[in-house]
């Protein structure tokens, strides 16, 4: 488990140990998704440049639905590519 704390104007710090299994780096940004159980899951925003190139080998699209849709696609297959599983830190060990 990694630990962090609020403080007064609502800001963490994000354990080292964290931000290097995200891949996270000064001024990249997080997203904040509250799962079916009520708890949350921060996930790293990619950026637009990323889906560079990946319509390519397919039929391309005739209509902004059809677009969407392959986008949509690719955006979940970088998303499940992005996961980490989480690694627990020993008690009292501070991140």
């Known amino acids: ?8 104007k609502g800001q963490i710090t994000i354990p080292a140990v ?3 299994a995200m891949g996270l780096r000064s001024g990249e940004r997080v997203a904040f998704w509250e799962g079916e159980d ?3 899951v921060v996930r790293r925003l990619g950026s637009i440049l990323e889906m560079e190139g990946c319509l390519a080998g397919y039929k391309l ?3 902004d639905a059809e677009t969407n849709e392959l986008l949509a696609a ?3 297959e970088l998303d499940e ?3 980490t599983t989480p690694r627990a830190l020993p008690d009292g060990e501070a991140a």
């Not at 488990?1 to 007064?8: D, E, N, Q, R």
């Open 38 to 40: 009520g708890e949350f």
């Open 81 to 83: 590519a992005g996961k």
């Open 74 to 76: 690719y955006a979940g």
């Open 18 to 20: 964290v931000r290097r």
């Open 1 to 8: 488990m990694y630990k962090a704390t609020v403080t007064s």
């Open 61 to 63: 699209p005739k209509t």
